[in-house]
């Protein structure tokens, strides 16, 4: 049902020449309407032309909404600074797979449930071993998620709603095993098998860090806060690797394969990839008296370079979330008794230079979820090369949620843009003796 669309209008008229159409408007519980131009083509023989989609809702959604101009994020209508102070990351699993909070009895229920799918086929880790050591873990955590559907066809198939639910609970279990086994082969350290006594987050750390000679006791701050940072990651509307994803499931693919089609996404750096592209940009700069000669690159049209963990699509103003990963950013460095990180020092002189830039007022770009989650993780322990990697830990419940939402949509159908052709009109073939 359409809520009072806030224009009030039921259509908009498209006039051209003589003739003129008129498309449905829809109205959605909060947020800008949509004009309905699914039958265009077929009325006016024209297609719309939006490549980047700045102006485009691919889908009907009830997970997640994004005020860009006031910098709020709802995951199923609570707030994330709510969600992210007083709930853990499992409950946010919970909410954005099922629409509602869970009781204290469901709640128990999904921990228990995904505590027990923790473990991954143990065949799976001689697919590691084909490898090199210095293998980007983004690289390894693309082939092993792909290979997930090697392993489990019993929750291949999209039609039956058991096998859905598997399979979402299989992904948010395994992820963070395969996670840390990419992390420990890069390192040259034997797997570290999950433990089920341990929260989902501490067992991640465990197994990234525990090693068979001691004991390793989990830091309950650092995995406070990396829950915390999980809860910060975990959806975001149609973002590139959500589309991806439900592209990949519109052709009825299996979760396992969507789900690794959403990781090759998010590898690059206009996305996923910016936490540790801002980390190397912020080791680069180096210095704060370094910041203006790189202010100066980031606004050069004729430069490349711009300000990695700067700037959104959606957000024109500050992402809630990297207001709530600077915080947190003080509390790990504060835990870790690192009093002062130079990194630290560049990235809040650097954002408090930009804040009061011309450029980037007109431009509206502020710090996003990247810029501040890099010092976050280096300090941790994690190596660049592993920020990406949290990213689509913390991203595949999104992902997967938004792949149930719109395999069980029953308007749902492959999803096929058209294009604007402008290459070369119809001609014959050249035999090759007739070549220049
Ligand atoms: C994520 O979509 C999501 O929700 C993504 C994400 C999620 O949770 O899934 O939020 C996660 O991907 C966050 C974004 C991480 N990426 C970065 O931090 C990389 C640096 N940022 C940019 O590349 C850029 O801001 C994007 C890709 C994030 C957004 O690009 P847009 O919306 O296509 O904007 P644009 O490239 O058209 O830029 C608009 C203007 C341009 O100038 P003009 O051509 O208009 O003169 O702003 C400039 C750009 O040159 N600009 C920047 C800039 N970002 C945009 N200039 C300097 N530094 C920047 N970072």
Redesign the pocket.
Known sequence: MDATNNTGAKSAKLSLGEQSWDLPIRGGTIGPDVVDISKLYGQTGMFTYDP?F?STASCESKITY?DGDEGVLLYRGYPIEQLAEDGDFLETCYLLLYGELPTAAQKAEFDHSVTHHTMIHDQMTRFFNGFRRDAHPMAIMVASVGALSAFYHDSTDISDPTQRLIASIRMIAKMPTLAAMAYKYSVGQPFVYPKNSLDYTSNFLNMCFAVPCEEYKVSPTLSRALDKIFIL?A????????STVRLAGSSGANPFACIAAGVAC?WG???????E??LKMLAEIGSVDRIPEYIAR??D?NDP???????????KNY?P?AKIMQKTCHEVLTELGIKDDPLLDVAVELERIALHDE??IE???YP????YSGITLKAMGFPTTMFTVL?ALA?TV?WIGQWKEMIEDPSQRIGRPRQLYTGADRRDYIPMSQRK
Do not use: C, W
């Open positions: 980047g700045t994004i990651h959806d975001h509307e149609q973002n590139a690797s959500t998010l750096p206009a996305h996923g990839g910016a936490n592209a801002a980031a606004k049209k370079f711009r300000l990695m963990g700067f700037g959104h699509r959606v957000y992402d979330r450029y980037f431009k509206k770009l996003n979820i990247d810029f990213f991203r999104g």
